[in-house]
């Protein structure tokens, strides 16, 4: 049944019947409705599942956590988002990629939660390799939680996942955490500008390094040294923040220990930090010293007081930014940096003390942070690079074109972006298994590394998507580039014993001709690599404005036309069939057309090889099928009963499953009799003629009509022909357009069908000659714009009513 909701329309209610698993929950978590997309999903009857909770389908799902999250998100937001995980009735398991939103009833009152949900099982279990990334990711997880503190948060910053640490540290139980910003950790030290400053930074895709101060559930103070990283979606914003932090406090305090006690000898209390803790100051030769050099790090590293003067007083080290860091902080300047050293890298603060004005010191520390650092640097090179191939993914390509097109505005030297697409990739995918259809992605990407030059970039963008940056070159060199790539590409690959054979299509744009902006150059670049698709695939094509116009208008068209059955745009116009030898209309061609509201009549020609890409042409023809059988019945039921009615159908409506039984039930529907209906067919349908021969007997045995339409223009074969079970052909009308020249042809034709006792009909009639002549030549019948152009129904009804009377 369909969703009917307060706050939901009927149309678009039954649009996401259509789209979605949609699910209905009370205030107190049970289910009140499920659309039937959810029970074919989970396996359950809508009565096994009304009135139960999301439990039944996930026992580690917490009725009482879920509606309080619910209802603390929704105070701040207007839509929740997650992926979750169920187990069916069979027990199989799915990955959900769950929407929820609020219903309101007409006072404001919350009365339900709405979830819209997408199974999205295939493409997190499909791959082999997405199995092998999974244990990756656990083990860089494992590793994060030992040396970590990590939380994971959506774009308006509420907490989606803490590990154990972060509730350890910070005294907090997941569920007093998740759905919360980290303002329940806010100490108050820092202000507003700071966190400004913050959200600045990664808001606009930018990593954010900075120490924190916060307040643990009792009410300590902590300092964790925090690393965020942002992750970009396709649309170039972040859709999460992962945030990795270490809990300096204990450096931050020794630090103010440090400051309080420089008058004492503290070296015996510094010895046992495990950070290195060492002070220095000016000597009386006005040259850097280090007074003092403690710490377990220290030991470990060999290295004492001396060792670092003597390479301080080394002529390198004035050129070193160390040294310049070290003079900043004797001028009065508190420091922050990175260093690495033996393989670690070593995070050091500088801190001047003062006497008076004048620094007198300065304390420094240095922490090993060594596996944090790594840890970001596999956080960020997830966050830059395909998990699947390596290659550079869709983010670090939108900004290194971007960062190319910043340096060349103004002098507009050339580049080149090259869109690839592999043909038929789907069709690997599908005989051979995902195992194989990745490790062919990941060769092709091995390939086309070393078909570019040493400052090019190849990138992946999806699925079997590559993006070539020819960083200076023109277009002749991309040119060059292109037939490369098609060449060689196009040469096997031995995948797992298999000699496997795929070839690319390309599009090609140019900067800055083509666009000044990495989303015009990317868009142009795929609009020419359909076009390369389109002209026979294993190919490339250079973007052109008359190609985009081209496209755009397919696009439109193609939109519009998943539309054109619902806004009852399309209309049957009916051309006449006459008998040569009585005269009478004998039957009618039922031909679609499509009148727009705003764009006016739009040519069969233009939307019917778009339905027949799209597979729209299955519900448009059926709906062909239906009225003109229809119609028929109505002509009948008026005493025109010997009206033959004509309907073609396409290739992939004949190659249906359900094409027979959709005849059958048409019939039914509006009854009208078999032997009134005329199906239509082409030569090229008769290519696989067991397929052929059985569907057309099936249509036959039961009394339908079949002609095969255009004839002549296919490669049908005779000896085939013969075996199909036809009671008509239909002349082309190219042939009889030129009759004087093809009057040898015609007459084999008209004799070919009366050796198979078939009737003919000759389409395109538009002379008095011309039907004297088919005439003379025993044509059974004619049909063309000398009797009549397609007319609406009406009309022909007219006509009807003046050849009776």
Known sequence: MPLHTPSISPHLSTLLDEKFCISLIDLSGRLTYVNQNFCELTGYDEDELIGRTWGKLNRGISTEDTLYMLAEHFMHDTVYQEAIQISSKSGTVHWLDITIVPIYDTAGNLTNYLSLDIDVTGSKLVSNEYAKTRTDLQNFKYA??????????????????????????????RKDLIGKTHRVVNSGTHPKSFFADMWKTIQSGQVWRGVIRNKSKSGNLYWVHTTIVPFIGSDGKPFQYISIRQDVTLQMEAEKSLELALKNDFSLTVKNLQNAIFKYCFNENNQITITLLEGKVIEQLGITADTLNQFILDKKFNLSTFKRHLLGALLGRVAQFEIDYQSRTF????????????????????????????????????????????????????????????????????????????????????????????????????????????????????GDEFLILCSSTTKQGAQMVAQRIVNEVSKSFLIENLEIFIAPSIGISMFPEDGARYDTLIRNADSAMYLAKQSGKSTYQFFTEELYKDLMERTLIEMELRQVLHKKELSLHYQPQFEFDTGNMIGVEALVRWQHPSRGTISPGQFIPIAEETGMILPIGLWVLETACKQAKEWQDLGYTSLLMSVNVSLRQFKSISFVTDVKDTLHKTGLQARYLNIEITESMTSDVDYCQNILQELRDIGIKISIDDFGTGYSSLSYLSRFPLTHLKIDQSFIRELSTNSVIVKAIIDLAKNLHLRVIAEGVETYEQAEFLKTLNCDEAQGFLYSRPVPSDELLLLLKDIQS
């Open 144 to 173: 994060l939680d030992e040396s970590a503190v990590v939380v994971i948060t959506n774009p308006q910053g509420v907490i989606t996942y803490v590990n154990n640490r972060f509730c350890t540290l910070s005294e907090y139980s």
């Open 347 to 462: 995070l050091v603060y500088l801190s001047p003390i003062f006497e008076g004005e004048n620094v007198i010191e300065v304390v420094g520390t240095a922490s090993d942070i060594t596996d944090r650092k790594e840890a970001e640097r596999l956080v960020e090179h997830m966050a830059f690079h395909d998990h699947l191939t390596g290659l550079p993914n869709r983010r670090l390509l939108k900004q290194t074109v971007e960062d190319l097109i910043e340096t060349r505005i103004n002098s507009r030297e050339s580049f080149a972006l090259l869109y690839m697409d592999l043909d038929r990739f789907k069709n690997i995918n599908d005989s051979m298994g995902h195992y194989i259809g990745d490790q062919l992605l990941k060769a092709v990407g091995t390939r086309l590394q070393t078909l570019v030059r040493q400052n090019d970039l190849v990138g992946r963008l999806s």
